[in-house]
């Protein structure tokens, strides 16, 4: 296939700004769907419907059925992340650049690049005898309500041999993956209130309660300093990965120094001391603050005690816990924790339940074939610290879900300056092209 036009295909996709989680970009995130849906057409589907939504709709595609031949449920999301901080993108987060064989985009690598290699891989190939299912939505980076609506209403649509996921990166470059578990999520806003309406700093402060102070103070009381999370009952459902899980680990190709000095780039990690960087990134649970608002932050000064603030934050959960319960710990937690002169509320934005995932069926094998043919080396077995909603309820019908990818893990997603090596893309075309000519010959 020709590369170049490959590429200004690609090219066309990340230039739709579809962010699913501003309301601005309603309709971008409809022309990403349709731009899905033509590309579905192309390959060949003969049903392509826009689902549950009109402007973040699951794009749902019915391949040219193969008589015989296995099914296969291709999932990805059309959806990206906010931009911001702009001023750090050295170009454009939706005018996508090739700067030494690396294309920088917005959704270059999550998940818009891995979409279309999933896509081109089936053209690519000659067409395998496979019976392709497309599932492609918009709301992945949102917490995927259409979809798991979509999912509860018609639970058939993922029945499937096998579901493959490439919304993930290899390890290392040269050492791609698949991918055992996948941390969830519980998104939620924390607001105190101290006072009916903001006051004057001098005629009150000393004697009157400060949002913002009491804000910081709650959310320290939350975790501590040594990284651990201060909910009552956090812990009780999380285990240690086996023994022979963590020695695996110790082969990978990651080295603490390397992610403190090439990846987060910062002084020093941070974190349970205790358990190494890869169990706190993979096996443990996390709380982060996002953002904080509320009070004064325009230009110039401005004295005043804010009367209300408010705290974006999320924990990332391991399997055995549970969004429901977390939900509640951490509502029970803010209570108790909050002094009685305050007021503190807590709002659930989205989540998604942890995922894990066996790795023995025999698809998995074929991945590892293809990985070997390709790139020289088969998937390693890692986990994930990402989040995929939708993953559990994808697996609930039985198939085997397949969690890879051809991203690096330094593409920088949500972040400035995402982007997608373009080797990892020709490669990626080849790997999936493989491995549906592989599939197809299970039982066709
Ligand atoms: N592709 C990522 C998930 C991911 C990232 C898996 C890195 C493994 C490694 C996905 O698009 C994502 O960012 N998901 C969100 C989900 C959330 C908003 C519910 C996440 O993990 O923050
Ligand atoms: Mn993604
Ligand atoms: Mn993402």
């Not at 200004?8 to 962010?19: D, H, K, M």
């Not at 041999?161 to 924390?190: F, H, K, N, Q």
Request: charged fraction near 25%.
């Amino acid at each position: 296939m020709n590369r170049d036009a490959l590429l200004a295909e690609l090219n066309e996709f990340l230039r739709i700004p579809s962010v699913s989680t501003l309301p601005a970009h309603n309709k971008d995130c409809r022309a990403a769907a349709e731009w899905v849906g033509a590309q579905l057409r192309r390959i060949g589907c003969e049903t392509v419907e826009f689902v549950g939504s009109e402007t973040h709709p699951v794009v749902w595609g019915k391949g040219p059925d193969v008589p015989g031949a296995p099914t296969l449920l291709i999932y990805g999301h059309y959806d990206v992340q906010p931009t911001d901080p702009l001023a750090e993108w050295i170009t454009p987060p939706f005018e996508p650049t090739v700067r030494d064989g690396r294309l920088y985009a917005r959704g270059a690598a999550d998940d818009k690049g891995q979409v279309f290699c999933l896509l081109k891989a089936i053209e690519a190939g000659g067409r395998p005898a496979v019976n392709f299912r497309f599932l492609i939505e918009g709301e992945e980076e949102h917490g995927s309500e259409v979809l798991f609506a979509l999912l509860k209403r018609e639970p058939e649509r993922v029945r499937a041999d096998a579901i493959l996921v490439a919304d993930m990166s290899y390890v290392a470059p040269g050492w791609p993956a698949v991918y055992t578990t996948l941390r969830g999520l519980c998104y939620a806003e924390i607001t105190v209130r101290t006072s009916k309406t903001d006051l004057h700093s001098g005629e009150y402060g000393g004697a009157a309660p400060n949002a913002h102070e009491e804000l910081a103070r709650l959310l320290t009381r939350l975790k501590k300093e040594d990284g651990t999370v201060n909910i009552p009952g956090f812990y009780k459902a999380v285990k240690r990965p086996p023994k022979a899980e963590l020695a695996a680990w110790k082969k990978l190709p990651f080295n603490e120094k390397d992610f403190l000095n090439r990846r987060v780039q910062g002084k020093g990690l941070v974190g349970i001391k205790k358990y190494s960087v890869l169990e706190r990134l993979w096996a443990l649970p996390t709380f982060e603050i996002h953002g904080v608002l509320g009070g004064f932050t325009g230009q110039g000064a401005k004295t005043v005690i804010p009367a209300e603030a408010t705290a974006k934050v999320s924990m990332r959960l391991v399997p055995n816990q549970k969004l429901k319960t977390v939900e509640k710990q951490l509502a029970a937690a803010v209570k108790k924790l909050a002094p009685k002169h305050v007021t503190a509320s807590v709002r659930f934005l989205h989540g998604a339940d942890p995922a894990q995932i066996k790795v023995e069926s025999p698809s998995f094998k074929l991945l590892d074939q293809a990985f070997k043919e390709v790139t020289g080396r088969g998937a390693v077995r890692a986990r994930a610290g990402g989040s995929i909603p939708v993953v559990p309820a994808l697996s609930s019908a039985g198939a085997p879900v397949i969690l890879t990818g051809i991203g690096l893990p330094d593409d920088r997603l949500h972040a400035p300056n995402e982007k997608l090596e373009l080797k990892q893309l020709w490669d990626g075309i080849e790997v999936f092209a493989r491995f549906y000519a592989l599939f197809g010959g299970v039982r066709g």
